[in-house]
């Protein structure tokens, strides 16, 4: 295997899914301290503003990254390790509408976190008047509350967890998943055939024992 200093995991700050700093790290960020606790190798994942890390594993080599989502615009730049969870993705809106698609076109204002796949879905759906904001949550949900966006397009579990706690939680409402995707572990090009052979045995090693399930309840 490459040597542990070779290999670099990187992420950015976005719950449920990796946590900079809280109570907990986020469940992706659990599942690879799992994995690399089983290797026996100790790496630990590092925070980047995430267009940095996508980046850092795309233009790199030995990087591994998460969380990812799998879309047509990414398909080719990564390899795709281990497919983790489902991910839905949904408009937030603080005035009482649960919006559809075809609803929120009409919008004029509509804030998401630039390089992700909801801007990607957005822009292949023609929407044009986007706010776009490097933050997964506290930026929007400053739009948000404000009233200087209509809708916030984000994922279902990153909304809930960031609402948690906030005073207008109570007055914001969740449309029906408009698109369902997954959610990935995943690697620069250029990485090590066999660590990415050892993350795969041991991820589904813990799938089979439990922990994985075990993992995943603690955030829902």
Avoid: C
Avoid at 110 to 134: C, D, E, G, K
């Amino acid at each position: 295997m490459a040597a542990k200093d070779d290999i670099q995991i990187v992420t950015s700050d976005l719950s449920p899914y990796s946590i900079d700093v809280g109570m907990r790290p986020g469940f992706m960020v659990e599942i690879v301290l799992k994995i690399e606790e089983r290797l026996g190798t100790g790496r630990t994942p590092q925070f980047y503003p995430w267009s940095r890390a996508q980046k850092l594993t795309e233009l790199g080599k030995n990087h591994l990254i998460f969380p990812l989502t799998r879309t047509p615009e990414r398909e080719d730049a990564y390899h795709w390790l281990i497919d983790v969870a489902p991910i839905e993705y949904v408009f937030v809106t603080l005035d009482g509408r649960e919006l559809t698609l075809e609803e929120a076109k009409k919008l004029n204002r509509i804030t998401v976190q630039q390089s992700t796949p909801f801007q990607q879905f957005l822009a292949r759906h023609n929407f044009t008047s986007l706010i776009t904001t490097p933050s997964a949550s506290e930026t929007p949900l400053r739009l948000l509350e404000s009233g200087r966006v209509q809708a916030w397009f984000t994922s279902k579990a990153l909304a809930q967890y960031a609402l948690e706690g906030q005073r207008f939680a109570q007055k914001a409402k969740m449309s029906e998943p408009i698109k369902t995707s997954r959610v990935f572990i995943a690697s620069s090009k250029d990485f090590p055939a066999d660590i990415q052979r050892a993350y795969q045995r041991i991820f589904y090693d813990l799938v089979e024992d439990g922990t994985i399930d075990y993992i995943l309840k603690q955030y829902r």
